[in-house]
């Protein structure tokens, strides 16, 4: 129950905020077992409760709506990650992926087995693209550490994302058909 | 008091270790049953109060979360994460509205509204009309056939010849045709006509109509869509809540379907299915719908 000791939409924020986040930290963490992640999803959801707070400030128990909303939030991101893991596996040749991804692709040398692969990740991904995905994907790291890593916000962090996944599954459905 | 009753019904959990509480916590989270919410409340208090660590981890700190939140998130575009079945149904404070472009809006609503094209089964001698009840899931809701029964007779506001708008005169004639019924609702005044699309097949006996209706960046998209064979299932709709919301207005029976932009209200009358979805709010459906069917 959050304290009724508020008068505007910033008290009720600050002290829900101030209540629950180390709880939703641990809902969070039990479901994507990552810290950091989990300390996203966390925030996340309470970006929500700002979008969502004239209809918060009116229920009963709102700490409640907040724990559906960081378990939705945490399922949905173990599924996407678990999504683009599957479609960058997708990319594999004997395990020269990463090697790929890592080095410059001019510099790699032509050979029967990497030339399909090297041209489905060149018309695909990005060597910086891939690693992006890579470090989201199969690494778990929140948007907030790679944006970091960047230089660029968590929002562009966030859309390139967005491009890249959207990339990755039309060149895959491609390919497929 | 409802917190009071929690506590004592889950006080047999502060008996339990903390791995007992840990196992317990990760099948409460992933329970699609709303009534664990209380049990995972105090399982996640009992924790936090014992000041364990989970995965030998420690808990963040308070002061550097919250400072990066103010930094970081709070001004975000968009969540970084969807997170379906929200409860809320109020539009967005004016803090995160967007501006969306039409066409994205469309194509917003026409993926929310419909799933998969209506499926025609011939029935031999068939004469009544089709008896058709709404069914739902936690996120889909759609009308599906159960029978046959006599076809009501619905007092509803016949449009006038003389008033009929432009975009609509040739899906009145293709509606006379299978001896259907157009209702033209009134929407509110600010709002203009801008696009309509009509398809007509002889072939397949159906009629699909769709028309918006705008004001900047708030529309209505009103459609019509008629079988003149009986069909199993009508479009298949998104929402949010686990229950659709029943409504009567004037003498038609309707579903309000929230979901997270947008709100669909959805009727099934004779052979034809109507709908219409809005970024308004879901009480600008009663007028509108009464303005219709109201006598």
């Known amino acids: 129950m959050v304290d009724c000791n508020w008068t505007s939409q910033d008290g009720f924020f600050d002290i829900l ?11 969070a963490i039990t479901l994507v077992e990552k810290p950091e992640l989990a300390e996203e999803v966390v925030q996340d959801a309470f970006v929500e409760v700002l979008i969502h707070i004239d209809y918060l400030m009116t229920v009963e128990r709102p700490d409640f709506w907040l724990q559906k909303t960081v378990r939705n939030k945490a399922l949905h991101a173990l599924r996407e990650r678990t999504r683009d893991a599957k479609r960058l596996i997708e990319l594999r040749a004997d395990g020269l992926v990463d090697d790929l991804a890592a080095r410059q692709l001019a510099d790699v040398e032509e050979t ?19 690693h992006l995905l890579r470090r989201i994907a199969m690494e778990g790291a929140s948007y907030r550490t790679v944006s970091e890593e960047l230089g660029i916000s968590i929002s562009a962090c966030q859309k390139k994302v967005q491009r890249i996944r959207k990339k990755l599954k039309k060149q895959l459905s491609r390919n497929n058909s | 008091m409802a917190e009071d009753t929690s506590k004592s019904k889950y006080v047999y959990l502060d008996q339990m270790s903390t791995e007992e509480l840990k196992q317990l916590l990760y099948a409460a989270a992933l329970s699609e049953d709303s009534g664990e919410q209380a049990m995972l409340n ?13 995965k030998d981890i420690a808990p963040p700190d308070m002061k550097r979360v919250r400072e ?31 501006k969306k472009s039409l066409w994205y809006t469309l194509i917003a609503a026409a993926v929310l509204a419909v799933l998969i094209a209506i499926t025609c089964v011939p029935v031999l001698g068939y004469s009544n009309v089709v008896h058709m009840v709404a069914r739902w899931t936690a996120d889909q809701f759609r009308f599906c056939m159960t029978g046959t029964s006599s076809e009501q007779k619905t007092a509803s506001h016949q449009a006038d010849e003389a008033q009929i708008p432009e975009e609509y005169a040739e899906l009145q004639s293709a509606m006379e045709q299978f001896d259907a019924q157009l209702i033209i609702p009134d929407f509110p005044d600010d709002f203009k006509i801008e696009h309509s699309v009509l398809h007509y097949s002889c072939e397949l006996n159906r009629v699909n ?13 009103y459609t019509i869509a008629q079988n003149s064979k009986p069909v ?8 949010l809540h686990f229950h659709a919301e029943h409504h009567i207005y004037g003498n038609i029976e309707c579903y309000i379907l ?7 209200v959805t009727w099934y009358r004779g052979k034809t299915e109507f709908s219409i979805i809005t970024n308004m709010p879901p009480s600008t459906f009663e007028d509108i719908l009464k303005s ?3 006598v």
Do not use: C
């Not at chain 2, 975000?76 to 109020?90: F, K, N, R, T």
């Not at chain 2, 929230?258 to 669909?264: F, L």
């Open chain 1, 112 to 130: 029967d087995s990497l030339s399909h692969t090297k041209q489905l990740i060149v018309e695909t991904l990005t060597p910086s693209e891939f």
């Open chain 1, 17 to 27: 905020y101030q209540k629950q986040f180390r709880k939703m930290w641990l809902l």
């Open chain 2, 232 to 239: 199993l299932n009508g479009y298949r709709y998104e929402k």
């Open chain 2, 258 to 264: 929230p979901n997270v932009q947008n709100n669909t």
């Open chain 2, 292 to 294: 219709a069917y109201e």
């Open chain 2, 68 to 98: 990066e939140f103010d930094r970081l998130y709070r001004d975000l575009e968009e969540p970084l994460y969807p997170s379906e079945d929200l409860e809320d149904m109020s539009p967005p404070s004016p803090l995160r509205a967007q």
């Open chain 2, 42 to 54: 105090h399982i996640l208090e009992v924790i936090v109060a014992r000041e364990e660590q989970i």
């Open chain 2, 209 to 221: 109509f769709s028309i918006v209706y705008q004001n900047q960046d708030r529309f209505f998209i």
